[in-house]
């Protein structure tokens, strides 16, 4: 029995039009005077923090405590501001997969493990009303790491639920092979859907537990049943 799904969120909940990307961009520009650096960065599947180290070191900024604060502090107000302008919905698939998950007659926990600092999570989540399904989870403010950020989410999970919660009966959800190898970190199983980062032929080289094109391929009953499968 799954007792607990965890999702990540940009490319597998949502897509939110880049309003991540470009907040990213507004701060750097504003408050760093650097115009330039994250056309060359590859954010799919990476965390806040470490991509906010990548860009000091591309411009030789000290990564202090006080800069990735004075980041982040901007950064929580651009992407406020920017989400409400960009183009963005729901995964396909992921809201009926979401209503199957609540409807099954032991639903599964529902959390999140994700890249995205807990601020930035809520902000991308509220825009679309997802943030209140998730009672749980990691973030990269738990971790630079994403397999880090794994094991704050299990032990949040425990905590939750008892310390009988066995990795087996935990499913992450993701769409990169960064999403299966943290799921991989904590025994957990992994669903990957190439909605996202990666092709399915990416996912599937990395020997997720199903892999899938999107979440209509698949139902959420069949998941938490534990029939694993491509």
Request: with cysteine.
């Amino acid at each position: 029995m799954v007792r607990v799904v965890f999702f990540d969120i940009d490319g597998t909940l949502v897509h939110t039009g880049r309003a991540g990307v470009k907040a990213f961009a507004r701060v750097f520009a504003t408050e760093f005077g650097a115009q330039d650096g994250t056309e060359r960065m590859k954010f799919a599947g990476r965390t806040d923090v470490s991509l906010v180290r990548e860009f000091f070191r591309i411009h030789a900024i000290e990564p202090s405590a006080a800069n990735f604060q004075r980041f982040f502090d901007r950064y929580a107000f651009w992407l406020d501001h920017l989400i409400a302008e960009c183009a963005g919905a729901p995964c396909r698939g992921i809201l009926d997969f979401l209503d199957g998950l609540q409807a099954l007659p032991n639903p599964p926990l529902l959390g999140l493990l994700t890249g995205n600092i807990r601020l930035g999570a809520e902000i991308k989540l509220r825009h679309f009303d997802l943030w209140e399904l998730f009672v749980t989870g990691g973030f990269a403010d738990d971790h630079e790491d994403r397999n880090g950020i794994a094991a704050a989410a299990y032990r949040r999970a425990r905590r939750l639920l008892g310390d009988d919660l066995r990795p087996e009966e935990v499913v992450v959800v993701g769409d990169t092979p960064w999403d299966i190898q943290c799921g991989r970190s904590i025994g957990a199983r992994v669903l990957a859907v190439a909605t996202g980062g990666a092709t399915l032929e990416e996912l599937a080289a990395h020997h997720p537990d199903w892999a899938v094109e999107d979440l209509t391929r698949l139902q959420a009953r069949v998941v938490c049943n534990g029939h694993a499968g491509s």
